[in-house]
């Protein structure tokens, strides 16, 4: 019998517990899914909600509790067994493979072969063109996937689960990296799959697109199922009350309010730049930084800001144009160089700075070992040198020896902050730093930055959520196909112009 939304969940999870060392990701949770329905989850950092999408997807198989599958119980003993039944999964933290191309990243695992098992590449390119064209996604698919923006990559991996044959999608975050009109094709395309049977597990920071998109909702909250409704019976608010309790409410609510903009700093700048430019990335971009200041670089996802922090901090080569710090000038495209100096990027994409196989105190001492550390390397120096910064950028759980990986999405990012805290930083640069956060996770991120902030340390916050930029940036810069729009400082400020200059 065919599962349909009115009978036979398509899949149900009953009692599913799961422990990392001693810290509880998962408490007895339950959960189903049925046929044709588009069904969110939602729940702080560290609720539980990828921990139990990736025991679906059969990544963490040593869990409590049961799994049927149509009615019949089954073993998701790994990815394996997981795609076997339709399920496929897309990760926040993208897993594609950069050196391939595109087109392989479509068909990983799954490469057309002919007789004599060659790869069939002109099918291949082919079919990928017309997978990727159903998103209104334009590229060459015979380039490498590293050599195109996050949005891009995002998007691939999310045509690849759609493609995979799979009745079961679940999406982790699949909006965090999406302009408005690309969030718009991808709630079409989930449309048509949900007419066709699929059923989509939809899991997301963004309130809104949850409420708009999904027909039931379920929260999460430390590890616990808190409730299961159906989305025109929720609110907004309803549910960061469910999530959060009503005092973080309140900060969510507060996001949406216009800003009054401090005047102008009179601290001489430590960051200059002149005349930076990448060929279709930005063009001739001037900016100043002073120590203690908040500079926002807001745009819509392509604007280039964010492909100008990147140049800023050294990770991407300019064409022309130059970088200054404290009126010494840096080497373009040389990251290293930039870091001994004092400025330091945190990505959107946390892979880029966070080995997630490996320990949370190497990833944290990674980067300055022999200042940090010294000379005599050992891990209880290590461990001593770790656990305070944890302590005070409040990981959860503050355990050195995790692997860094095992934590949720809002804590990868406080290893990342804790990393940095170790050298002497001067000038902090944010590309969307709370990408996949709720907003008690984006208060914490953010009051750490803030800290930073008052204690002198200069800011660069690029970003697409209007809201961030206003929250917290002194002073707002912001892009339109590569350039400069606006500029906005020392006066009254609200969401609507600030898009509206974007």
């Keep these: 019998m065919t599962a349909t939304i009115d009978n036979v969940p398509l899949l149900a999870c009953r009692g599913i517990g799961k422990r990392f060392g001693g810290a509880v990701a998962l408490d007895g949770v339950d959960f189903d899914l049925r046929a044709g329905e588009v069904h969110g989850v939602v729940g702080s950092n560290g609720a539980g909600k990828s921990t139990l999408m990736k025991i679906l997807a059969g990544a963490h198989p040593d869990h409590e509790g049961t799994i049927e599958y149509l009615g019949q119980r089954v073993a998701l003993d790994g990815p394996a067994a997981s795609l076997a039944h339709g399920i496929a999964m897309v990760y926040q ?53 590293d050599r195109f923006p996050l ?50 597990v939809f899991i997301s920071h963004f309130i809104e697109d949850v409420l708009e998109i999904c027909d ?40 949406e309010h ?20 990448r060929a279709g990335l930005f063009r001739q971009i001037n900016l100043s930084l002073s120590p203690g200041e908040c ?4 745009g819509f996802v392509g604007a280039g800001h964010q492909e100008l922090a990147h140049a800023i901090a050294g ?15 840096l080497r373009g495209g040389d990251l290293h160089q930039a870091v001994q100096r004092g400025m330091v990027l945190v990505a959107a994409d946390r892979a880029q700075t966070l080995v997630r196989s490996s320990e949370i105190y190497k990833n ?50 406080k290893v990342v902050l ?36 008052n204690q002198g340390t200069a800011v660069i916050l690029a970003t697409t959520e209007p809201e961030l930029a206003l929250s917290h940036a002194d002073r707002i810069m912001t892009f339109r196909r590569g350039e400069i729009s606006g500029e906005f400082a020392g006066l009254g400020l609200d969401k609507q112009t600030l898009m509206k200059s974007a």
């Design 93 to 145: 933290e993208l897993s594609g493979v950069g050196q391939l191309s595109v087109a392989e990243n479509l068909f990983l695992g799954r490469q057309l072969t002919g007789p004599w098992g060659r790869v069939q590449w002109s099918t291949m390119y082919e079919q990928a063109r017309k997978f990727l064209a159903e998103m209104d996604v334009e590229i060459d698919v015979r380039q490498r996937l």
């Design 151 to 200: 949005v891009i990559r995002q998007m691939v991996e999310i045509a690849r689960g759609l493609h995979s044959g799979a009745r079961v999608l679940i999406l982790d975050e699949p909006t965090s990296s999406l302009s408005p009109p690309e969030t718009r094709r991808l709630f079409a395309l989930l449309g048509q799959l949900k007419a066709r049977g699929v059923a989509i």
């Design 216 to 255: 039931r909702v379920t929260i999460l909250k430390d590890g616990r199922h808190v409730a299961t409704e159906r989305s025109v019976d929720l609110d907004k608010h309803r549910i960061i009350e469910a999530m959060l309790g009503r005092g973080l409410a309140g900060q969510e609510i507060g996001y």
């Design 258 to 277: 216009a800003v009054t903009l401090p005047p102008p700093t009179t601290v001489p700048p430590i960051l200059k730049v002149n005349s930076l430019s």
């Design 295 to 298: 500079l926002g670089l807001y």
């Design 315 to 329: 990770a991407l080569r300019p064409d022309q144009g130059t970088v200054s710090l404290l009126d010494q000038p």
């Design 364 to 413: 944290v001492t990674l980067a300055h070992l022999q200042g940090a550390i010294g000379n005599w390397l050992t891990e209880r120096r290590e461990m001593q040198c770790v656990q305070p910064l944890l302590e005070r950028v409040l990981c959860r759980p503050a355990r050195p020896r995790l692997l860094a990986g095992n934590l949720s999405g809002g804590n990868q990012q």
């Design 418 to 453: 804790a990393k940095w805290l170790l050298g002497d930083m001067r000038v902090l640069i944010l590309e969307e730093p709370t990408r996949g956060m709720d907003v008690g996770a984006k208060e914490e991120i953010m009051r750490l930055v803030t800290d930073l902030k």
